[in-house]
């Protein structure tokens, strides 16, 4: 079982930066890989940023590549996204997720555990 907790949400002006920090409770969070998803009002859920368990695997949807950036401190427990150049299109509800594989995955139903959200906001 792992229980996430996003934090560093909140509102920004284009351009800006912020930086996400998801905590997951659990001695086995090194053998978990990672993801980023957000959900804009109306919008269905989308891929944002993933990576394995050891890092050496990332993948980024291809709206975020260049900007955002994914990262983990295993004896932390927490990974986090930099969130660079901001875009108001960039404005959505934030969630880590946690799935017990190699290779992290894209999809969203691939994610065994799912953190409460964090909601980011950016404005002009």
């Known amino acids: 079982q792992v229980q996430l907790v996003e934090s560093g949400g909140g509102s920004v002006q284009v351009g800006g930066s912020l930086r996400l920090s998801c905590a997951a409770s659990?001695?086995?969070?090194?053998?978990?890989?990672m993801g980023w998803f957000r959900q804009a009002p109306g919008k269905e859920r989308e891929f944002v940023a993933a990576m394995s368990w050891s890092g050496g695997i990332i993948h980024y949807a291809g709206s975020v590549k260049g900007r955002f950036t994914i990262s983990r401190d295993n004896a932390k427990n927490t990974v986090y996204l930099q969130m660079n150049s901001l875009k108001a299109e960039d404005t959505a509800v934030y969630y880590c997720?946690?799935?017990?594989?190699?290779?992290?995955?894209?999809?969203?139903?691939?994610?065994?555990?799912w953190g409460q959200g964090t909601q980011v906001t950016v404005s002009s």
């Open positions: 659990g001695r086995t969070f090194s053998s978990y890989a």
């Open positions: 997720a946690a799935d017990r594989t190699v290779v992290p995955s894209t999809r969203t139903w691939d994610y065994d555990y």
